[in-house]
């Protein structure tokens, strides 16, 4: 498979920089106009994806100086765990760590809020993955505006500009970790609101799936409009170069997982990734080993 195969249907849904950006210049249903008919296809072509990331991975890993730390965010139902399972299930899980964000525990209301996530970011040689994030504290938080009170922050600090001054922290924040090595890519599993409805009544029609329900969700849904605000003006503000956001069309699982798949390839691709090269003093100690074990008697 060449590269460009599956990276092809990348750029349409990378963001680089937020101005302009609006959400309601993306559809969630997107397909690149790829029909139903097409998805066998496309499922094939995921496949071959992953097995080119798994040799990038491994080239990652032996170079051991870069990282790469991708953020999911997204509205509940939209794909985030099956999409993070599937487009990773080649890579060796050594060099592969997922970390998943909930509402914070008392132990992290007592620091500022990117604590929690820096602990958790990628070793050099590793990628990374966040299910939730610190975007979190520009969605939910935004959104409900008592989760900020309950943050202990000092309240003079808790002025009208609290949202452009998260913003601000989160661009220096992952500015720095790409000045330090870490390439960071940002998914927003763009859903519909009607698709959500749907997979929402899945879950409560099938009895295997009845677990995954939470009628805290079906509350959350009802702040839909504010969410897709949240999220538009995050994207805006925080959609860089070195750390862009790709909006996944979301409401076909097989066509959201084949960009992501396609963006994680396209970022290693773009590190020009490559075994370490063996000097001639390792390349003399490699020599002396195999004479060594090829002048061991046999047993
Ligand atoms: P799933 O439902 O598939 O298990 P999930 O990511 O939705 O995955 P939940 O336990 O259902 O996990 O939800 C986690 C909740 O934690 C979300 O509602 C999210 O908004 C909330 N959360 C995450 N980070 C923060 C934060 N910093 N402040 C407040 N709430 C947060
Ligand atoms: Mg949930």
Redo the contacts with the bound molecule.
Sequence with gaps: MKTKDITRYVKPYEVRSGKGFRLRDFDPADTAGLGAESKPKAQELLQKGVERLEQLQGKLYAQDSHALLLVFQAM?AAG??GTIKHVMSGVNPEGCQVY?????SQEDLEHD?LWRTTRCMPERGRIGIF??SYY??VL??RVHPE?LEAEKLPRKLLGKHIWKQRYEDIRNFENYATNNGTVIRKFFLHLSKEEQRKRFLERLDTPEKNWKF?SADVK?RGYWDNYQEAYEEMIQHTATKSAPWYVIPADNKWFARLVVAGAVVHALDELKLHYPVVDEAKKKELKQAEAALRGEKKK
Excluded: I, Q, T, W
């Design positions: 509940d985030k765990d998943s964000f909930k509402a914070p809020y299910n939730r979190e504290e939910v938080v989760l939470s959350e």
